[in-house]
């Protein structure tokens, strides 16, 4: 069965610093993988997707089938990209499974 | 485009109490879903339409009934509303062509006493 894992519940960094989620997937297919963010007060919203192996208000994100993960970085964290992120996994039915999310707060 | 729109916003309810979560969307997407937010445990997906007369149940489908009798409305019905349920509910659509951009609504927060 499918599944996305986030380990970190909560990561806090001080501004500038480097910052990097973890998501770790299950997937017996091609796996197809998705960062969401969700800022305060804001609907859930696509941030990247690895198809496109894009940076997206600079963050990025690397699919490594070896190690079945999908790791959002940023090397300079500011204080904006405080939120809660989630990892997505599309699986066959072209359903997203979602991780347990991981809250970022960036510290002044 | 009002996008995806759900209602009500906030809503309690006696244990036992039925209820019907309103999600409608103007983009004229094929697939919609219904998911529920709780602390720790993320987003779990509770029932999802490829298109109208069609759905099928996703991770968390007990207690949760839908239908989709048109393109734009998915409703979630609660048949009869348990404590367990009480969480924040998020609708989500999207074109079928599109791999995996979800739109959501704002959510509906549900407190089952």
């Known amino acids: 069965a499918q599944r996305v894992t986030q380990p970190e519940k909560l990561l806090s960094v001080f501004k500038g610093a480097p910052v990097e989620l973890k998501c770790n997937y299950s997937?017996?297919?091609?796996?197809?993988l998705f960062w969401y963010v969700q800022y305060s007060r804001q609907r859930l919203q696509l941030l990247l997707r690895?198809?496109s192996r894009e940076s997206i208000k600079g963050f990025t994100a690397d699919l490594n089938k070896g190690e079945t993960s999908f790791h959002l970085k940023k090397p300079f964290a500011q204080e904006e990209d405080s939120a809660m992120y989630y990892c997505a996994l599309l699986t066959g039915r072209r359903a997203l499974t979602f991780g347990s999310g991981t809250r970022l707060q960036v510290q002044p | 485009n009002a996008g995806v729109t759900q209602t009500p916003k906030f809503q309690v309810l006696k244990t036992g109490q039925s209820m019907t979560l309103q999600c409608a969307q103007d983009m004229n997407h094929e697939y919609m879903s219904w998911y529920r937010q709780d602390p720790g445990m993320g987003l779990r997906l509770i029932h999802y339409?490829?298109?109208?007369?069609?759905?099928d149940q996703g991770e968390v489908p007990n207690g949760y009934n839908v239908s989709r009798s048109t393109t734009e409305d998915f409703p979630l019905r609660l048949l009869s509303a348990a404590p367990s349920q009480t969480s924040v509910y998020f609708c989500a659509s999207k074109g079928l062509q599109n791999t995996g951009e979800l739109f959501f609504g704002e959510g509906s927060r549900l407190t089952v006493l």
């Open positions: 997937y017996s297919g091609s796996p197809e």
């Open positions: 339409s490829v298109g109208a007369g069609i759905t």
């Open positions: 690895h198809i």
